[in-house]
């Protein structure tokens, strides 16, 4: 006679290892992640020694104060970008900020990208 | 007389809710983070709106005070490009590049003296990496 086997009851599967692993992963992943974006802005130039002196720069901008110095004449941060501008219109392609006096870094970034977006001047940096 | 009822069996707390909820967590911050290398806490970066965008940096930290400091520990210009030459080699001929993470605060005369000495110990492409201030 044939006799069937009691069929046997399937276990659940055991959940807690599983949870363990996933919040073991999103603890990983909460801690090393980051939400800041990055960028970068390159600089040329640095010491205002063989660099600049042979490339002769065609603008040399001053910042201080907020106001821009450019090529000696002052300008408000405003105006500076169309002045570059037409400067450059006019053949202008080398330009120069030189860093003076307690101007920080951010200030500098600030005014290397807006030179960079507004202008195609290739803008370097001297002290 | 009075007699204590039955007790009734506690249902089980359902784990699935749990682990559903958990899951979409885990799959958020996968998605929405990006694995970054520690960044030096002393360090308040840069902030600019327009500039290309770019990886999470590895980079040279200088805090407001001009100290350089890199993978957490204080360095100097030497040591750093020697290690960065170190850990580029592989890919030679490619121009050596490296990455500025300076203090917002840092005068600007002392970034550029670091730029210039960077440049002067063989650094051909320098960048200062910024954060992207949210639009």
Same mark, same amino acid.
């Given at each position: 006679?044939?006799? *069937?086997?009691?069929?046997?009851?399937?276990?659940?599967?055991?959940?807690?290892?599983?949870?363990?692993?996933?919040?073991?992963?999103?603890?990983?992943?909460?801690?090393? =992640?980051?939400?800041?974006?990055?960028? !970068?802005? !390159?600089?040329?130039?640095?010491?205002?020694?063989?660099?600049?002196?042979?490339?002769?720069?065609?603008?040399?901008?001053?910042?201080?104060?907020?106001?821009?110095?450019?090529?000696?004449? #002052?300008?408000?941060?405003?105006?500076?970008?169309? *002045?570059?501008?037409?400067?450059?219109?006019? %053949?202008? =392609?080398?330009?120069?900020?030189?860093?003076?006096?307690?101007?920080?870094?951010?200030?500098?970034?600030?005014?290397?990208?807006?030179?960079?977006?507004?202008?195609?001047?290739?803008?370097?940096?001297?002290? | 007389?009075? +007699?204590?009822?039955?007790?009734?069996?506690?249902?089980? !707390?359902?784990?699935?809710?749990?682990?559903?909820?958990?899951?979409?967590? +885990?799959?958020?911050?996968?998605?929405? %983070?990006?694995?970054?290398?520690?960044?030096?806490? *002393?360090?308040? +970066?840069?902030?600019?709106?327009?500039?290309?965008?770019?990886?999470? /940096? #590895?980079?040279?930290?200088?805090?407001?005070?001009?100290?350089?400091?890199?993978?957490?520990?204080?360095?100097?210009?030497? =040591?750093?490009?020697?290690?960065?030459?170190?850990?580029?080699?592989?890919?030679?001929?490619? /121009?050596?590049?490296?990455?500025?993470?300076?203090?917002?605060?840092?005068?600007?005369?002392?970034?550029? !003296?670091?730029?210039?000495?960077?440049?002067?110990? %063989?650094?051909?492409?320098?960048?200062?990496?910024? *954060?992207?201030?949210?639009?």
């Amino acid at each position: 006679m044939r006799i *069937e086997f009691a069929t046997q009851r399937r276990r659940p599967l055991p959940l807690t290892s599983l949870i363990d692993v996933i919040f073991l992963l999103l603890l990983f992943f909460m801690l090393s =992640s980051t939400f800041t974006r990055f960028a !970068e802005v !390159e600089v040329a130039g640095g010491r205002a020694s063989s660099t600049v002196a042979a490339a002769q720069p065609d603008i040399l901008i001053r910042i201080e104060d907020g106001i821009w110095t450019i090529n000696g004449r #002052d300008f408000p941060e405003a105006d500076a970008i169309s *002045e570059l501008k037409r400067l450059q219109d006019n %053949g202008a =392609s080398k330009a120069v900020l030189l860093v003076r006096g307690d101007m920080t870094s951010q200030t500098m970034v600030s005014a290397l990208e807006r030179v960079r977006r507004a202008t195609g001047l290739m803008l370097s940096v001297a002290r | 007389m009075r +007699l204590p009822r039955p007790r009734k069996a506690r249902q089980r !707390e359902s784990t699935i809710a749990l682990i559903n909820v958990i899951f979409l967590m +885990l799959i958020f911050f996968l998605l929405a %983070g990006t694995l970054a290398p520690p960044m030096d806490s *002393e360090v308040a +970066l840069i902030r600019t709106a327009e500039a290309e965008s770019a990886e999470p /940096p #590895d980079a040279l930290f200088i805090t407001s005070d001009g100290r350089l400091r890199a993978h957490g520990i204080e360095t100097n210009v030497g =040591s750093f490009v020697t290690r960065l030459k170190m850990e580029t080699r592989s890919e030679a001929g490619s /121009p050596l590049s490296a990455k500025v993470a300076a203090d917002r605060d840092l005068p600007a005369t002392r970034l550029v !003296e670091i730029v210039g000495e960077l440049r002067a110990a %063989g650094v051909e492409k320098i960048s200062i990496a910024t *954060e992207r201030a949210a639009e």
